[in-house]
């Protein structure tokens, strides 16, 4: 058998093509070793080895400021709580991980941490800061950044996030009753509406817990002759349950001929149905259960809100009462 020939032509010997293939043999693990630290393989079809470093930053798809209480984000009021949350993702391939989260606004810079998806205003969310108490500072938008790092050190920098501050309490300022097609003009029944309207937007979650403002099921209660309010009819909208009464205050009818006793609108049969859209809320009464009668005359009423309902920021909710405008009529 011929032996191997080197590139002189000379023959050389079968050891010395053995060690050569020892060699190439022991770098090609060396080189291995030394890829597989810089970064995990991956394997195609042709066994070819390819390298995917992780040169991509995080990205923040989207971020989002919520008060305390939750409810509707975006907003937060002087010395309330709020937290920063974000939707961060890493791309890299393979991805090295998120290492650290950091929203830098008018309260300094604050780390946000990973944990359960957070969902506000309909939207999911990864990263949330701890509670923050906001300064004292004056009304305004105010913005921030993200800044995202990833394991190898790849950062982002994002601006465009911004959270509203608003120290102003929302007040009532109208008060109206329609009667329902067909109804009996006067008298309080099924299908007649009252509506209440706020100067600002008024969080539902502070209205009823959970909610938000689509149409839900109520009791309206109007009580004869109370003394509390001069004497007068007045009323009230309560939970469905008709066990408390929801913080929208009381309205007084300037009439003493709505009911002849203390009566309810939605306990049994048809129930009442709420919506709160913005800083509107309207109510539909349901069917009664009591004595409701025709009113003999007009007069104006006048609403008198609670302040445990507070605007999207979390301000409580103006005591301030408003009055019936436009031309004195009956209600309902």
Avoid: H
């Avoid at 989002?64 to 920063?84: A, F, M, N, T």
């Avoid at 949350?85 to 991805?95: F, H, K, R, Y």
């Avoid at 205050?249 to 913005?278: E, H």
């Avoid at 259960?289 to 005359?297: F, H, L």
Wanted: aromatic share 8%; glycine share 12%.
């Amino acid at each position: 058998m011929t032996s191997p020939s080197d590139f002189s032509g000379r023959s050389r010997p079968r050891r010395l093509t053995a060690l050569v293939a020892m060699c190439v043999l022991g770098f090609g693990l060396s080189a291995a070793t030394a890829w597989a630290a810089f970064a995990t393989p991956t394997t195609s079809a042709g066994n070819e080895y390819r390298a995917a470093p992780d040169w991509v930053a995080p990205s923040a798809a989207r971020s989002v400021v919520e008060k305390s209480q939750g409810g509707i984000p975006g907003y937060i009021r002087p010395g309330g709580g709020y937290r920063v949350l974000a939707q961060v993702t890493d791309s890299g391939n393979p991805s090295s991980g998120i290492t650290s989260v950091i929203a830098d606004g008018g309260e300094g810079p604050q780390a946000l941490s990973s944990g359960t998806i957070f969902t506000v205003g309909g939207l999911d969310y990864n990263y949330r800061s701890a509670l923050v108490t906001t300064s004292a500072v004056p009304e305004g938008v105010y913005p921030y950044t993200l800044a995202s790092t990833d394991g190898v050190g790849n950062s982002r920098l994002q601006s465009g996030f911004s959270a509203t501050v608003d120290n102003t309490a929302a007040s009532a300022t109208g008060v109206q009753a329609a009667n329902k097609a067909g109804g009996i003009l006067g008298r309080p029944e099924i299908g007649d509406t009252a509506t209440l309207t706020f100067n600002d937007t008024i969080d539902p979650i502070s209205v009823i817990s959970g909610w938000n403002g689509a149409l839900t099921d109520v009791v309206v209660r109007i009580d004869n002759n109370v003394a509390a309010q001069g004497g007068f009819d007045a009323m009230t909208i309560y939970n469905a349950s008709n066990s408390a009464a929801l913080p929208l205050g009381t309205v007084r009818l300037a009439r003493t001929d709505y009911v002849t006793a203390n009566s309810t609108f939605g306990v049994t049969g048809t129930t009442s149905k709420l919506t709160l859209s913005g800083g509107v809320a309207t109510v539909q009464l349901g069917t009664a259960a009591g004595t409701p009668t025709t009113a003999a005359g007009t007069g104006s009423m006048t609403w008198f809100p609670a302040s445990a309902a507070y605007d999207r920021a979390g301000n409580p909710t103006s005591t301030t009462s408003t009055t019936e405008t436009g031309t004195v009529d009956v209600e309902f």
